[in-house]
């Protein structure tokens, strides 16, 4: 029996009218006191209890990347821990990766609350937290202080802070990534969150390049740098973005953040709030999304041939929506609303999952299956 899904779901979400907020901060300060005392007794017990109880392992599950060894294709999305407080803690949940963020260079304290909805009948969650975070310098100490507890590769999602005028972004993110470089796996250029005034316009080429410019030539092929893209880009951005993926030797593509789409919505009216959701700001996560992201990563591996490494990310909650995904050309793929709405043992469930389609399917090993859907063009 899944304690999470018949017990501990049904009081978050209804019952006792809990700020999913207040839910969110108090989840992670219990997993953030796990993971900072996880090497003494007793919750070195707790620990090991945890990872019994929600890890596999399996190396036909496993993949190289960028150098890098991903025990396995299910990472924690940006946005769950974004001052990576408890990062050492999400090999326990079963983890493969995990990115923390969005970090950007000045702290800051976000949108003012409510700001954060679940949208119960669409199995989705609308967002516009505004990057709250400690800022760059704080991650980075926290991080130096932590080396040893972290064991999986670890993603670092910088964003532009919201003084900083767009003019000056790249040199913002170059500042944020300076501080950082040593204590991040890989690296990401959020450009597609909804709920930074503007910062999705840096999508655009020229703007873009100005960042990945500045940046891969701090970076000097150090660290892996990817580029997170919206789902309500038209394919000519996502075109032009793959040329600068090309010309500024991008390590791959995170396809994607939120959307601003509020059509095929069941939910009207928030009930926090009494607007219209079509009235309300913020991206929207989870089923919704699910389709389209989909549609963005299989367009994004049949124009690259395969050759541009995908992380797909929006609506994955099954090992359905999962394979979808991997088949559709994401190598690796990363949840956040799925895991809130069916909680910590839906990592597990998903890599059972995975290994029995792989047998179905014939596969060795899970980099078999990406993109075996896809027809080539
Ligand atoms: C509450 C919330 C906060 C988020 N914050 C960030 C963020 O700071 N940076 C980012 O790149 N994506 C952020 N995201 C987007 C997720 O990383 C992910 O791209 C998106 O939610 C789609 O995946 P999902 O359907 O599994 O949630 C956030 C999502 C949610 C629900």
């Known amino acids: 029996m899944d304690i999470y899904r018949t017990t501990i779901r049904p009081i978050l979400f209804s019952g006792l009218k809990v700020d999913p907020e207040w839910a969110h901060q108090q989840s992670l300060a219990l997993l953030s006191w796990i993971g900072q005392y996880q090497n003494q007794f007793p919750v070195s017990r707790i620990e090991h209890q945890l990872k019994s109880v929600f890890s596999i392992n399996s190396t036909r599950l496993s993949q190289t990347l960028w150098g890098l060894s991903f025990p396995n294709p299910v990472g924690l999305a940006a946005g769950f821990d974004k001052d990576g407080v408890a ?17 950007t260079l000045h702290p800051q304290p976000g949108n003012p609350r409510p700001r954060l909805f679940r949208l119960l009948q669409d199995q989705a969650v609308l967002n516009r937290m505004g990057f709250n975070n400690q800022g760059a310098a704080a991650l980075a100490t926290r991080l130096s202080q932590h080396t040893q507890a972290v064991s999986l590769p670890i993603g670092i999602n910088l964003g532009k802070s919201k003084i900083t005028p767009l003019e000056a972004a790249a040199k913002d993110y170059l500042a944020s990534f300076r501080q950082l470089k040593a204590w991040g796996d890989y690296f990401v250029v959020n450009v597609s969150s909804p709920n930074t005034p503007g910062l999705r316009s840096l999508q655009n080429a020229t703007q873009l390049s100005q960042i990945l410019e500045a940046l891969q030539t701090e970076n000097q092929g150090d660290k892996p ?38 059509d095929g919505l069941s939910t009207t009216v928030i009930s926090r709030t009494g607007n219209l959701v079509t009235e309300e700001a913020g991206g929207i996560s989870g089923a919704p999304l699910r389709q389209r992201s989909t549609e963005v ?9 395969g050759q541009l490494p995908i992380i797909g990310v929006g609506g994955i909650f099954t090992p359905e929506d999962a394979w979808e995904k991997i088949t559709a050309g994401a190598c690796l793929i990363q949840t956040y609303t799925g895991w809130v709405y069916e909680g910590p043992g839906m990592v597990r469930r998903i890599l059972e999952g995975l290994l029995q389609r792989l047998d179905v399917a014939g596969f060795n090993s899970l980099s078999e299956a990406v993109g075996s859907q896809v027809d080539r063009v």
Not at 231 to 257: F, H, K, R, S, V
Not at 297 to 305: E, G, P, S
């Open 225 to 262: 740098l990817l580029v997170k893209i919206a789902p309500d880009l038209e394919w000519e951005a996502i075109a032009d973005i793959l040329e600068l993926a090309q010309t500024y030797q991008l390590a791959g593509i995170i396809a994607t953040n939120t959307t601003i789409r509020r």
């Open 87 to 103: 990062a050492g803690i999400w090999h326990s949940f079963g983890f493969g990766f995990a990115e923390l963020g969005t970090v």
């Open 297 to 305: 990563i299989r367009w994004i591996y049949q124009q690259t041939q």
